[in-house]
């Protein structure tokens, strides 16, 4: 009850839940250009995920995985993939847009799990028999995220898979886009992009908001060698998209009648059409797109430390090209970024030393 009223005064006064403040970029999160000047490991289309396997660096893109290095196929599935995760001795899970999770290599070859599993945004095994699935959405695909934001989506879930028998439990639901998963030794940690949170949820069930309040998206979340985490942020959240989501008739009618590529919404990559929000004026000055513009993409990895405290990061400004990042991985003590919207794989070598620049 007392939840109901604070919720609706919040409506009434703008604040809250309701407000349509964005948080600063700022502190260990303040703007540079690190990530316009990391050198390209890969180019790809929309490059979505990257995974170390039985010694091989693999990204995935489009319904294939290619080997990191000189691009060479290594499996090619029969529609997009949205999810990747290693498992021991080789083994994959991967998360098709059509078709659930698949298994393939180790003693669970083959396995396809497909019920409930419509949106598998981000998977983790533990151990080879154990296998977390979040399912991003019950309502949409992978694929249509811009479409689920917009509805206000909470409808995700995370689940624990039993590959042995192929059973599966239902550890946390009504999520907002639940996009990346973690192991740590405090619990599993949830990545939950339309809450702009990272939460962790223990032994016991109780799960802890431990990073709230995010300047953007938070996607797929991946341990670094001495304890910390990578956290990709794959779009900047606006004050435009905050007020729309808060307009339920203007944005019903938005999604009823124009294109998504043309929603006021967040996106994975920088586009110079007209039919775009936020162009012209709002961007340019004498022609040239400025890093502080207002913008619906935007790059940015934020590097946390064992307690999620953010300790430095790296962007790629509205004014860059490498947005839209999805996946980050430290492999051999060297860190891989996936930027979808860039097209591109990038190295982030010297980061330490670097990211004060």
């Avoid at 995985?65 to 995760?85: K, M, P, W």
């Avoid at 907002?176 to 940690?189: C, E």
């Avoid at 435009?240 to 008739?249: H, Y």
């Amino acid at each position: 009850m007392i939840s109901y009223f604070k919720r609706a005064m919040d409506n009434f006064r703008g604040s809250g839940e309701a407000a349509v403040t964005v948080p600063s970029l700022d502190g260990a999160i303040r703007p540079n250009h690190l990530l316009e000047r990391a050198k390209v490991a890969a180019t790809a289309e929309a490059p979505d995920q990257i995974v170390a396997s039985d010694g091989t660096v693999l990204y995935s893109s489009g319904p294939g995985l290619y080997l990191l290095g000189d691009g060479t196929e290594f499996h090619r599935f029969d529609s997009n993939i949205s999810a990747v995760a290693a498992g021991p001795d080789g083994v994959l899970a991967v998360g098709l847009t059509q078709g659930g999770v698949q298994i393939v290599g180790g003693r669970h070859d083959g396995v396809v799990l497909e019920e409930a599993f419509s949106c598998p945004v981000a998977l983790l095994f533990d151990g080879a028999d154990t296998l977390f699935v979040a399912n991003g959405s019950a309502q949409y695909p992978a694929n249509q995220w811009k479409h689920d934001l917009m509805s206000k989506g909470c409808s995700g879930s995370v689940w624990r898979v039993n590959l042995a028998n192929q059973q599966a439990e239902r550890i946390m639901d009504k999520l907002a886009w639940p996009y990346g998963l973690g192991l740590s030794p405090g619990g599993l940690i949830v990545t939950e992009a339309w809450k702009h949170r990272v939460s962790q949820r223990g032994s016991d069930g109780k799960v802890t908001h431990v990073l709230n309040d995010l300047p953007g998206y938070p996607a797929r979340i991946s341990p670094t060698a001495d304890g910390g985490w990578w956290l990709a942020v794959f779009a900047p959240r606006n004050q435009l998209t905050e007020f729309i989501l808060r307009e339920s008739v203007f944005r019903a009618r938005m999604m009823a009648e124009i294109e998504p590529d043309h929603w006021a919404a967040p996106a994975l990559e920088q586009s110079d059409t007209y039919m775009r929000p936020l162009q012209g004026g709002a961007q340019k000055h004498l022609g040239v797109v400025k890093p502080w513009a207002p913008t619906l993409s935007y790059g940015l990895v934020i590097r946390l430390d064992h307690k999620l405290y953010p300790l430095f990061s790296q962007h790629s400004r509205a004014d860059g090209r490498r947005h839209g990042i999805t996946s980050v991985v430290e492999i051999d003590q060297q860190v891989y970024a996936a930027s979808k919207g860039g097209d591109v794989v990038l190295a982030l070598t010297d980061i330490k030393e670097r990211a004060t620049v």
